[in-house]
């Protein structure tokens, strides 16, 4: 038995851990402290280590090399000690809502499983170590419904604002949760520069943190209406966010000055042979990357939309860490896979082979931007559609594997999950390091991720604002009551 599963072994609750301190201090103890631990941070040139912090009242209040002792002790030897991951581009399973995969007719018919989902969605994410999300086309009582559960994430949003033939449709909810076109789920005005910044303004008040926008085929606006959009946005201290996944569409998010690409370029050029890029593409990404626009890859968006035509998808051991085992049986039945059969049915589907292109493209862009010294930033998009390929917190891991894939560092990737998304969502003095002052949003480790991704498999303990809370006891096999014997997440 290792020293810290000996400290939880005799622990009186499964979050609040406590040991002897050994060291003799003049001082009382107080708060928690996580003693000789190895910091790992993103604004360090080296790692810190035989490192003491201090959690008190949800915060990081000291970080030392001397020893400190604290009411509650955990012991950090050996492990490593990181910011909670943040993931800035997802879409929250919310009560009244129901998980991904499910229309409204079904989650009517099953709200014993919608239940069960809602309730392990919030956890799932902790698992994987995401204590920061970012719900893009959210609302503010999206986002209270969200905070009223106490085991979650933190969670911020952007309000959805698409330009379609010169009119405003406000946005607010995911295209996923609804059977509903988007002319019937939203108000419509005009986009003239005064109702717009009526309507930015509106957003900012509700509480939003950015505008999400949309380029995509049937939804695009001129250049003059988005620059429009980004300047409303921007007026009211608000980030612009634009779904644009192909040439044509970075290209316009570029000129209009968006602050954030929320997708990879996956369309709309041919691939090489020679494992380049077109000149055209090249001059589109070399743009992004000297004007340094927030660039999300989201590769994992095509991986997922090729698992769901995959016959042997829902036997993945992982998934019954993340999916009540309910909902993965669900799944599984002809009612559950009915996105599955309306992918195939698409026009011009092509198989594994046509989103292998997509890939292939997305991966080739990501190479160039990493080697440029883009702004990359990690956003997921969990999930993506109506599909339940993206699993809550499992997608954002396999996202950092196609980032390593596609020739992302380690070293880049682990900025982009925490400084470098703090910084653009102006939550810096908040979150993205380990520093006294910062939420004790944490993360204990038993390997280094900076030296590999598979370091955030050995997650053993997640900290929010300041909360130790064993990885174990947030994996959906705990819910289902199956054996503490199976394989650990």
């Not at 992982?318 to 049986?329: C, M, N, R």
């Not at 039945?333 to 493209?361: C, L, M, N, Q």
């Not at 930033?377 to 594997?401: A, H, I, K, Q, W």
Request: with cysteine; glycine share 8%.
């Amino acid at each position: 038995m290792n020293r810290l599963v000996s400290l939880v072994a005799t622990a009186c609750s499964c979050f609040v851990l406590f040991a002897c301190a050994t060291h003799t201090h003049s001082a009382p103890p107080s708060g928690l402290v996580i003693s000789d631990v190895t910091v790992v941070s993103p604004e360090r040139a080296a790692p810190l280590e035989h490192a003491y912090v201090r959690i008190l009242d949800g915060k990081i209040a000291e970080l030392s090399e001397r020893p400190l002792r604290g009411e509650t002790q955990i012991d950090g030897m050996g492990r490593y000690l990181t910011p909670g991951l943040i993931d800035s581009h997802v879409h929250l399973a919310v009560a009244p809502g129901f998980p991904s995969g499910m229309t409204v007719k079904q989650a009517a018919a099953h709200p014993e499983i919608v239940a069960a989902a809602l309730e392990q969605d919030p956890k799932s994410y902790l698992l994987f170590g995401f204590t920061t999300l970012v719900d893009l086309f959210g609302t503010a009582q999206r986002t209270a419904r969200w905070d009223a559960v106490e085991l979650r994430p933190d969670a911020y949003f952007c309000s959805g604002a698409v330009i379609i033939d010169g009119q405003l449709r406000l946005m607010p909810t995911p295209h996923f949760s609804y059977d509903h076109p988007p002319a019937e789920r939203a108000p419509t005005i005009s986009a003239t520069q005064n109702t717009l910044d009526m309507a930015v303004a509106r957003m900012a008040a509700d509480g939003a943190i950015c505008v999400k926008t949309i380029y995509e085929q049937g939804l695009k606006p001129t250049m003059e209406a988005t620059q429009a959009l980004v300047a409303a946005a921007h007026a009211h201290n608000l980030l612009v966010f634009m779904h644009a996944n192909s040439k044509e569409a970075q290209a316009h998010a570029v000129g209009a000055g968006v602050d954030l690409i929320v997708h990879g370029m996956w369309n709309g050029w041919e691939l090489t042979g020679d494992g380049g890029l077109p000149a055209d593409v090249d001059s589109i990404l070399g743009d992004i990357a000297k004007r340094q626009v927030g660039y999300q890859p989201t590769i994992q968006v095509l991986t997922g939309l090729r698992d769901m035509i995959r016959s042997d998808y829902l036997a993945r051991p992982d998934l019954a860490d993340v999916y009540p085992t309910t909902l993965i049986d669900w799944y599984a039945t002809k009612e559950g896979s009915w996105y599955a059969d309306a992918i195939r049915k698409y026009p011009g589907f092509r198989g594994e082979a046509g989103f292998a292109e997509g890939v292939d493209r997305v991966s080739r862009a990501t190479r160039f931007l990493a080697k440029a010294n883009a702004h990359l930033l990690f956003g997921s998009d969990t999930p993506s559609d109506f599909v339940y390929t993206n699993p809550p917190g499992l997608n954002g891991r396999l996202e950092m594997n196609n980032w390593i894939a596609a020739g992302v560092s380690e070293a880049k990737l682990f900025r982009a999950l925490t400084i470098d998304n703090a910084r653009m969502l102006r939550l810096d003095k908040q979150i993205g390091t380990v520093e006294p002052g910062k939420t004790a949003n944490l993360l204990l480790l038993r390997a280094n991720p900076i030296d590999s991704v598979e370091a955030y498999d050995t997650i053993e303990m997640v900290f929010l604002h300041g909360r130790p809370i064993l990885r174990a006891e947030l994996s959906a096999r705990k819910a289902s009551g199956v054996s503490a014997n199976a394989p650990a997440p």
